[in-house]
T-cell receptor
Framework: NAGVTQTPKFRVLKTGQSMTLLCAQD?????MYWYRQDPGMGLRLIHY???????AKGEVPDGYNVSRLKKQNFLLGLESAAPSQTSVYFC??????????????FGPGTRLTVL | AQTVTQSQPEMSVQEAETVTLSCTYD???????LFWYKQPPSRQMILVIR??????QNATENRFSVNFQKAAKSFSLKISDSQLGDTAMYFC???????????FGKGTRLSVIA
């Protein structure tokens, strides 16, 4: 199993450009999450999904959109990148709570710089 | 909304010594779950230990143990016999009832000194 993978690992954008970050998991997890990590701020939830075709806003959703068209993939989009979106982005996935397994599995992160 | 507070931005410990990282949280729920994650320089998030609030016994995983004080809403992590490989950021996290995502503290940067 590859676990949770993220594409790309690094990216530099100019202000106003758009891009999509791809998260994929091969563990048949129901839940998927996007976080951003900034120095001194910990991990903050951007959006999450509790199943294919469903998404919900997290703590810091502004400027981002997401889609979960397939159970194994969770896409994070930036329509018009801003310097404030310079960050490290983590994707995570987990089983539903009904399974009793609560652990979130994280991808390796994507370092995004917006100039 | 739940909040998680880690009051120690940075700590250091001598190799082979013991160190305790603090975490407090705020919630009105009675049943919930607490976690400690480790993030080494590689950036990968690694689950260290977890505690279920309805269990009175403190969780342990080899050299890692927690002191869970439910009434005080405190969840500290103790690392015994510290090793150089323990150098990392440590995040405390809370997960409530229902299908709620994790809420993280801001982290504690731990340096183990030879």
């Amino acid at each position: 199993n590859a676990g949770v993978t993220q594409t790309p690992k690094f990216r530099v954008l100019k202000t106003g450009q758009s891009m999509t970050l791809l998260c994929a998991q091969d563990m048949n997890h129901e839940y998927m999450y996007w976080y951003r990590q900034d120095p001194g701020m910990g991990l903050r939830l951007i959006h999450y999904s509790v199943g294919e075709g469903t998404t919900a806003k997290g703590e810091v959703p502004d400027g981002y959109n997401v889609s979960r068209l397939k159970k194994q993939n969770f896409l994070l989009g930036l329509e018009s990148a801003a310097p404030s979106q310079t960050s490290v982005y983590f994707c995570a996935s987990s089983y539903s709570r009904a399974s009793g397994n609560l652990e979130q599995f994280f991808g390796p992160g994507t370092r995004l710089t917006v100039l | 909304a739940q909040t998680v507070t880690q009051s120690q931005p940075e700590m250091s410990v001598q190799e082979a010594e013991t160190v305790t990282l603090s975490c407090t949280y705020d919630t009105s729920e009675s049943n919930y779950y607490l976690f400690w994650y480790k993030q080494p320089p590689s950036r990968q998030m690694i689950l260290v230990i977890r505690q279920e609030a309805y269990k009175q016994q403190n969780a342990t995983e080899n050299r890692f143990s927690v002191n869970f004080q439910k009434a005080a809403k405190s969840f500290s992590l103790k690392i015994s016999d510290s090793q150089l490989g323990d150098t990392a950021m440590y995040f405390c996290a809370f997960r409530g009832r229902g299908n709620t995502p994790l809420v993280f503290g801001k982290g504690t940067r731990l340096s183990v000194i030879a």
